[in-house]
Structure formats: structure tokens, C-alpha cells
């Protein structure tokens, strides 16, 4: 594969971002491809190679790069501009269609990015029950911001460097941990910290450690134990929003937050963050209350019509039905594979609907577990895949997406290379 001009370009973006780069996932050793163009479930580089793309923009492009419908609408909307710095139709539209199908956000804020969703959502968590201290999950991720930096997930595991510096240890002494999946551990947590716990921020089904699914009751039980003890609720679903079904794994599991954070898929593929739900809560959040929160990009024209339309496209069921279908066929290919190598004691498939990731350990049920996953054979794994014409999140602990404009060729495409890349780091 002649990578020659991807090579050269990071030579000099090198010199010019940190790690030659504008956020770090993407800085794939010995250098990334640079992308040239994309269209449907592929991606281009500049060097003219074309790739299976099973990254997706690591989760807004549920429909595929560039879909017809929603560059037409994005299209349309900018002959009106595309920044007003007033109030517009589309914010309410918009919010009545994601209110359909997230009935738990009574009055919700849009905002820009997924980091400012979680940002606003403790915010108000806090100004609301007037207390410090938040419980994340270990390896959860909420973003970049300072006080959900502590074994956030992804990014940070792979560079080995779990907390940042730049981040006072006092702004996260507020910050409690408990694993994911274990009951006792947030029971005794909130038990010891009574009264002094605003919320409980995590993702409902963990996508920033691979996938990582919930046991069962395991969500119903935090609901209880938060409910219990008078703290709020926040699911971030920033990447499970509008991707396992319509509603989220809260509309999946059955569960009701007190707040919802949402972004990625919300967006259409434009930047989008929004945080909402219980009305008493969202008062606080200023102009109505005392809650600061702001952005001169918030509800853009732009990423609000790129999101409505990509709900809309979703709304016959027919995206859904089709991406579950295809996740479940691929999951079931994936383990027959690895089974027919004979390799099942070193690699485990993992996933739930459009989410799927291949686990270089046993599978995992929280950080911990997942952290002991062998990283140098998935780099081994991934390089090859790549050679092999399927782009996968360039991390053991990144989750992989379908997308609707994935065929039974791309599923034909993947598992064919699943297997020669098992075969030749076996
Ligand atoms: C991506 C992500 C975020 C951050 O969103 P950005 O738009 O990248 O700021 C927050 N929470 C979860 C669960 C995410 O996957």
C-alpha cells in the first residue's frame, strides 16, 4: 500500500499541532492517513487508497459519510446563513423532535460539542442540588474538560497517560470513581459521601473502552441506589444517543435519568452537544437561573438542520432495523472466525447493535478488566486491517460503528480481513 503522500503531510503537520494533529485518537504511529474524500460507508486518502470505513467519524455518521438527504438540507439552510446569533425556528423543531424520543427531557440547551454537554450537565447538577462531589465510572469518557479527566477511557489509556497534566488536583478531588457494573462499590460510595454527591455521570453502555455492555439490572439498580440516596442521574449518551435504537439505551434498558447529555449522531455529522431533562433541574440553568452556561455557536442553524434531518431519515425504523440486523450478522461472523482459528482464548468479539469491537483478552465488565486487553497485538491487528482495506478507531479501546450505508459487501470485506489479520498476527 503507498501511503508516500499521507507520510509527507505528517512530516509537516508535525511541526505545526501537537502530535501533528487536532486531537489526539488520530495520531496513529508511524503517521495517519490523511483523508481526501468520503462518500457512504468509505473513506479515501490522499495517496488514492480506499478503505472500509468502520470508524464513522468515531460516531456522529449513523447514515454514512456525505448521505444525499442531509447535505441537500444542510445545503438549503446555508442560502439562509448559517449564524444568526438570535434565537431561531429550527431550535424548537428541533427539540420537539428529540423530545419524542427522549420524553425525559422536559426543557434540554443545545450546545457545540459532547464536552460541553457534560459540562453543562454537572454544572446544573450541581447548582441545583447545591453540592460538590460527582461519581463518574472508571474509564468513562465526558469529554475533555478538567473534572471528568480521571480514567477517562480512549484517548488518554492508549497514550498511557490516564490523567492530564494542567488539571489542579483540586479540581478533581470532587471527582469519586467507581467500576462499572458493580452495584456494591456506587451503594457503598454514595453510603459514605451522603449528602455530598450531585450525580452520577456515566455512559450507559461503555464506548470509550470498547464496548462494554451493562449486566443485567445493573442500570435499573444504579437508578435505584441514585434515587435512594438523592442524587441525580446523568446518562451520557453521546454515542449511544439515537445509535443502539431511537431512544438510547435508556429507551433500550429502560431507564429514566434526571439529565441526558447527547452529541455525535445528534449533529448529523456538524459539531452539536445537548444536555436536558428534568424541567425543575434545567431551570437552574441561566438566563432562567443561576447556572452559567453559554456559547456564541450554540444552536446553529447548521448542525441543528444536519441533526433534524438525520432523525428524520431514522424515524421509519427502517435504518435501525437494518444496522441491528447487520451488527448482529457481523457479531455472529466475527466469533465464528475467530472460533474456526481456533483463537477464542485470545481474542473476544464484543458489541451490541451497530457497535462492535474484537477484545485481545478475555471479555471485559469494566476498566480494569478491559485495561488488561493486549495493546501491542491489537496495534498488530489494526495495521494489518488497514492493509486489508478496513479502517478501524486506531485503539483497543475505541468502539467501532456500522453505519446505514454499510453493505453486505463491506460485512463480506471486514471479516475477510478479520480473518487474514488474525491469521498473520496469530
Ligand atoms: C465523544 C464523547 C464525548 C465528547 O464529545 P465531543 O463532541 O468530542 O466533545 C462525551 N461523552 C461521550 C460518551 C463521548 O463518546
Same mark, same amino acid.
Not at 246 to 270: H, R, S
Not at 297 to 313: C, D, H, K, Q, R
Not at 334 to 351: A, E, H
Given at each position: 500500500?503507498?501511503?508516500?503522500?499521507?507520510?509527507?503531510?505528517?512530516?509537516? *503537520?508535525?511541526?505545526?499541532?501537537? $502530535?501533528?494533529?487536532? =486531537?489526539?485518537?488520530? @495520531?496513529?504511529?508511524?503517521?495517519?492517513?490523511?483523508? &481526501? !474524500?468520503?462518500? +457512504? =460507508?468509505?473513506?479515501?486518502?490522499?495517496? +488514492?487508497?480506499?478503505?472500509?470505513?468502520?470508524?464513522?467519524?468515531?460516531?456522529?455518521?449513523?447514515?454514512?459519510?456525505?448521505?444525499?438527504?442531509?447535505?441537500?438540507?444542510?445545503? &438549503?439552510?446555508?442560502?439562509?446563513?448559517?449564524?444568526?446569533?438570535?434565537?431561531?425556528?429550527?431550535e424548537i423543531m428541533y427539540a420537539r423532535k428529540i423530545q419524542a424520543h427522549y420524553p425525559g427531557m422536559k426543557m434540554l440547551r443545545f450546545?457545540?460539542?459532547?464536552?460541553?454537554?457534560?459540562? $453543562?450537565?454537572?454544572?446544573?447538577?450541581?447548582?441545583?442540588?447545591?453540592?460538590?462531589?460527582?461519581?463518574?465510572?472508571?474509564?468513562?469518557?465526558?469529554? @475533555?474538560?478538567?473534572?471528568?479527566?480521571?480514567?477517562?477511557?480512549?484517548?488518554?489509556?492508549?497514550?498511557?497517560?490516564?490523567?492530564?497534566?494542567?488539571? #489542579?488536583?483540586?479540581?478533581?478531588?470532587?471527582?469519586?470513581?467507581?467500576?462499572?457494573?458493580?452495584? +456494591?462499590?456506587?451503594?457503598?460510595?454514595?453510603? =459514605?459521601?451522603?449528602?455530598?454527591?450531585?450525580?452520577?455521570?456515566?455512559?450507559?453502555?461503555?464506548?470509550?473502552?470498547?464496548?462494554?455492555?451493562?449486566?443485567?439490572?445493573?442500570?435499573?439498580?444504579?437508578?435505584?441506589?441514585? %434515587?435512594?440516596?438523592?442524587?441525580?442521574?446523568?446518562?451520557?449518551e453521546?454515542?449511544?444517543g439515537f445509535?443502539?435504537?431511537m431512544f438510547g439505551?435508556?429507551?433500550?434498558?429502560?431507564?429514566? #435519568?434526571?439529565?441526558t447529555?447527547l +452529541?455525535?449522531i445528534a449533529g448529523?455529522?456538524? #459539531?452539536i452537544?445537548v444536555f436536558g431533562g428534568?424541567?425543575?433541574?434545567?431551570?437552574?440553568?441561566?438566563?432562567?437561573?443561576?447556572?452559567?452556561? @453559554?456559547?456564541?455557536?450554540?444552536?446553529?442553524?447548521?448542525?441543528l438542520? *444536519?441533526g433534524m434531518?438525520t432523525v428524520?431519515?431514522?424515524? !421509519?425504523?427502517?435504518?435501525?432495523?437494518?444496522?441491528?440486523?447487520?451488527?448482529?450478522?457481523?457479531?455472529?461472523?466475527?466469533?465464528?472466525?475467530?472460533?474456526?482459528?481456533?483463537?477464542?482464548?485470545?481474542?473476544?468479539?464484543?458489541?451490541?447493535?451497530?457497535?462492535?469491537?474484537?477484545?485481545?483478552?478475555?471479555?471485559?465488565?469494566?476498566?480494569?478488566?478491559?485495561?488488561?486487553?493486549?495493546?501491542? &497485538?491489537?496495534?498488530?491487528?489494526? %495495521?494489518?486491517?488497514?492493509?486489508?482495506?478496513?479502517?478501524?478507531?486506531?485503539?483497543?479501546?475505541? !468502539?467501532?460503528?456500522?453505519?446505514?450505508?454499510?453493505?453486505?459487501?463491506?460485512?463480506?470485506?471486514?471479516?475477510?480481513?478479520?480473518? &487474514?489479520?488474525?491469521?498473520?498476527?496469530?
Amino acid at each position: 500500500m503507498d501511503q508516500d503522500q499521507s507520510a509527507q503531510l505528517y512530516e509537516e *503537520a508535525k511541526l505545526l499541532f501537537p $502530535g501533528g494533529v487536532s =486531537s489526539p485518537v488520530r @495520531a496513529i504511529r508511524p503517521f495517519p492517513f490523511y483523508t &481526501k !474524500t468520503a462518500s +457512504g =460507508s468509505h473513506i479515501t486518502d490522499v495517496d +488514492g487508497n480506499e478503505f472500509v470505513d468502520c470508524c464513522m467519524a468515531y460516531g456522529p455518521l449513523i447514515l454514512g459519510h456525505a448521505h444525499p438527504v442531509v447535505r441537500e438540507a444542510i445545503a &438549503k439552510q446555508l442560502e439562509h446563513g448559517w449564524i444568526y446569533g438570535t434565537p431561531a425556528e429550527q431550535e424548537i423543531m428541533y427539540a420537539r423532535k428529540i423530545q419524542a424520543h427522549y420524553p425525559g427531557m422536559k426543557m434540554l440547551r443545545f450546545v457545540n460539542t459532547g464536552t460541553e454537554a457534560t459540562m $453543562g450537565a454537572i454544572r446544573a447538577a450541581r447548582g441545583f442540588t447545591g453540592r460538590d462531589k460527582i461519581v463518574k465510572i472508571e474509564g468513562g469518557f465526558h469529554g @475533555a474538560h478538567d473534572a471528568v479527566l480521571v480514567r477517562a477511557g480512549s484517548g488518554a489509556a492508549t497514550m498511557g497517560t490516564p490523567d492530564s497534566l494542567g488539571v #489542579p488536583v483540586d479540581f478533581v478531588k470532587n471527582t469519586l470513581q467507581v467500576p462499572f457494573n458493580d452495584v +456494591g462499590a456506587l451503594e457503598e460510595t454514595l453510603s =459514605s459521601h451522603k449528602d455530598e454527591v450531585a450525580c452520577l455521570i456515566m455512559e450507559p453502555v461503555m464506548g470509550n473502552m470498547g464496548p462494554i455492555l451493562p449486566k443485567d439490572m445493573y442500570l435499573r439498580a444504579v437508578r435505584n441506589i441514585t %434515587r435512594d440516596h438523592d442524587v441525580l442521574l446523568i446518562l451520557d449518551e453521546i454515542i449511544t444517543g439515537f445509535r443502539v435504537n431511537m431512544f438510547g439505551a435508556q429507551g433500550y434498558y429502560g431507564v429514566e #435519568p434526571d439529565l441526558t447529555t447527547l +452529541g455525535k449522531i445528534a449533529g448529523g455529522g456538524l #459539531p452539536i452537544g445537548v444536555f436536558g431533562g428534568r424541567r425543575d433541574i434545567m431551570e437552574t440553568v441561566a438566563p432562567q437561573g443561576g447556572v452559567y452556561q @453559554a456559547g456564541t455557536y450554540s444552536g446553529n442553524p447548521l448542525s441543528l438542520i *444536519a441533526g433534524m434531518t438525520t432523525v428524520e431519515v431514522m424515524e !421509519t425504523g427502517e435504518v435501525h432495523r437494518k444496522l441491528n440486523a447487520m451488527g448482529k450478522a457481523l457479531y455472529q461472523s466475527l466469533v465464528d472466525t475467530v472460533r474456526s482459528l481456533n483463537m477464542q482464548d485470545l481474542v473476544t468479539p464484543t458489541g451490541i447493535s451497530s457497535m462492535f469491537q474484537l477484545f485481545f483478552g478475555p471479555q471485559p465488565s469494566n476498566y480494569d478488566e478491559a485495561l488488561k486487553a493486549d495493546r501491542a &497485538k491489537f496495534e498488530g491487528f489494526w %495495521r494489518h486491517m488497514l492493509q486489508n482495506g478496513v479502517f478501524f478507531p486506531p485503539s483497543q479501546f475505541e !468502539t467501532n460503528f456500522l453505519s446505514a450505508a454499510h453493505t453486505q459487501s463491506d460485512l463480506d470485506r471486514i471479516v475477510a480481513a478479520c480473518r &487474514k489479520s488474525l491469521v498473520a498476527i496469530k
